[in-house]
T-cell receptor, first 111, second 113 residues
Framework: GESVGLHLPTLSVQEGDNSIINCAYS??????FIWYKQESGKGPQFIID?????DKRQGQRVTVLLNKTVKHLSLQIAATQPGDSAVYFC??????????FGTGTSLTVIP | DTEVTQTPKHLVMGMTNKKSLKCEQH?????MYWYKQKAKKPPELMFV???????INESVPSRFSPECPNSSLLNLHLHALQPEDSALYLC????????????FGPGTRLTVT
């Protein structure tokens, strides 16, 4: 498989603060990146995605940034809430046939 | 209905048993996936079905046998498993094989004794 790693395995933030979750990938041919959120006891849930020809994409309270020069991806969560506590995975894909999950970052929101 | 369902939620089986995991979706999705997830690890892709045909097998041992009887149903048949096969087995579906957004079920927690 491909190497999709995260810089920080755990992250704790105060409620209301912004969170930044980072991800490094190694396959420069990957053309699509996705962020998933997995809450305890549940399957992963799609958050946001970005194509390799973009460098930024915004959703509701979330922004994904892609830096292809250094093969780095980040997920920014604005005004983090207790319900955001989960493990976050970045996923890289090439042609949409295979999907490689990163190691995951556990986000804990402190009330 | 935007849900992927999986049964059973939990399964305990011996190494000589034969069991099956079931996954169902009614979103009209034409790609379905099996993943294996060990504790505190990311999901690992096992199989991909595209239009009810097996398109990707990620070198999974033959003791795992997938089956896609129709476009809504995906099974994973288990036989002669090992204790190290204990894990959460996740099913997912996507609209088309080239779609990047996958919808995951809650998983089946499998324990092999």
């Amino acid at each position: 498989g491909e190497s999709v790693g995260l810089h920080l395995p755990t992250l704790s933030v105060q409620e209301g603060d912004n969170s930044i979750i980072n991800c490094a990938y190694s396959n420069s041919a990957s053309d699509y990146f996705i962020w998933y959120k997995q809450e305890s006891g549940k399957g992963p849930q799609f958050i946001i995605d970005i194509r390799s020809n973009m460098d930024k994409r915004q959703g509701q309270r979330v922004t994904v940034l892609l830096n292809k020069t250094v093969k780095h991806l980040s997920l920014q969560i604005a005004a983090t809430q207790p319900g955001d506590s989960a493990v976050y995975f970045c996923v890289e894909s090439h042609t949409g046939n295979q999907f490689y999950f990163g190691t995951g970052t556990s986000l804990t929101v402190i009330p | 209905d935007t849900e992927v369902t999986q049964t059973p939620k939990h399964l305990v089986m011996g190494m000589t048993n034969k069991k099956s995991l079931k996954c169902e979706q009614h979103m009209g999705h034409r790609a379905m996936y099996w993943y294996k997830q060990k504790a505190k690890k990311p999901p690992e892709l096992m199989f991909v079905y595209s239009y009810e045909k097996l398109s990707i097998n990620e070198s999974v041992p033959s003791r795992f046998s997938p089956e896609c009887p129709n476009s809504s149903l995906l099974n994973l048949h288990l036989h002669a498993l090992q204790p190290e096969d204990s894990a959460l087995y996740l099913c997912a579906s996507s609209q088309r094989p080239s779609s990047y957004e996958q919808y995951f079920g809650p998983g089946t927690r499998l324990t092999v004794t």
